[in-house]
Nanobody
Framework: QVQLVESGGGSVQPGGSLRLSCTTSESIFSFNAVGWYRQAPGKERAMVAVKPNWGSSQYADPVKGRFTVSRDNANTVYLQMNSLEPEDTAVYYC?????????WGQGTQVTVSS
């Protein structure tokens, strides 16, 4: 069973930084792509950043220049978030796509407030 577990969420002040981690139950290279989505209260889940196994990473417009998705060479996906804004407040979900299916983590809360 494919499992993804996020960590690193929490509360920060505007302008602060946070780094999310996602540990996968199998090699990251078993996935066609890995990345992050987020869901704010009352809104639908939206893509934040996606990193294909091979190719350029994709970022949602609101986070371009502030967020960076990366991975190690084993089983961890990262989301470095800088210059955080209150609008970034949401539950962040790690995801991985493999075998034509999308797999999701349980989510981790990120709150940006003064």
């Amino acid at each position: 069973q494919v499992q993804l577990v996020e960590s690193g969420g929490g509360s920060v002040q505007p302008g602060g930084s946070l780094r999310l981690s996602c540990t996968t139950s199998e090699s990251i290279f078993s996935f066609n792509a890995v990345g992050w989505y987020r869901q704010a209260p009352g809104k639908e889940r939206a893509m934040v950043a996606v990193k294909p196994n091979w190719g350029s990473s994709q970022y949602a417009d609101p986070v371009k220049g502030r967020f960076t998705v990366s991975r190690d060479n084993a089983n961890t996906v990262y989301l470095q978030m800088n210059s955080l804004e209150p609008e970034d407040t949401a539950v962040y979900y790690c995801y991985g796509r493999s075998g034509g299916r999308e797999h999701w983590g349980q989510g981790t809360q990120v709150t940006v407030s003064s």
